[in-house]
């Protein structure tokens, strides 16, 4: 059973969200999603990596929160409610170079003020990059 506030919602409806984002400016992009999932990639290039040629860390993180918190964005009503990180921790486990790697969401908790998703990001060869956990708060959409 779809986890999704609208079960129909589909990768190409999400992607124009991240519009002038950090996650446009690194290339991000939702590719796929399931009943209890979200996927997306990001290009390794200079954009992405550290001064020693690898992957930054922090283009990891940028990827995993981006993923947790929109897939967080699409299981509530987004008119009510706006999904914003709390806390974020990762395990960069692997380097990688060039090419593009992959994160998949996918919830431990999906509750009414907390959800807390688990982000697997591995590289063109589904070697695992990094694992990364990531608390996002449901807040009550305030008046503008």
């Not at 129909?8 to 124009?16: D, F, G, L, M, V």
């Not at 399931?34 to 990639?41: C, N, Q, S």
């Not at 380097?95 to 969401?105: K, N, S």
């Amino acid at each position: 059973m779809p986890i999704w506030y609208d079960p129909t919602i589909t990768a190409e409806q999400i992607n124009p969200l991240g519009k002038n984002t950090m996650a446009e400016f690194l290339g991000i992009e939702i590719i796929e999603l399931g009943d209890d999932w979200l996927k997306g990639r990001m290009p390794v290039d200079p954009r992405t990596r550290q001064p020693y040629g690898l992957l930054h860390g922090g283009a990891s993180v940028t990827l995993a929160e981006t993923l947790g918190s929109v897939a967080s964005a699409f299981v509530v009503n987004r008119q009510q409610f706006d999904c914003v990180g709390l806390e974020i921790n990762a395990n960069h486990v692997r380097g990688v170079r060039e090419g593009f790697v992959t994160g998949i969401a996918r919830p431990l908790h999906i509750g009414k003020t907390t959800h807390v998703w688990d982000i697997r990001i591995s590289d063109e060869r589904e070697k695992l990059v990094c694992i990364s956990r990531l608390t996002v708060a449901i807040i009550k959409k305030q008046p503008q």
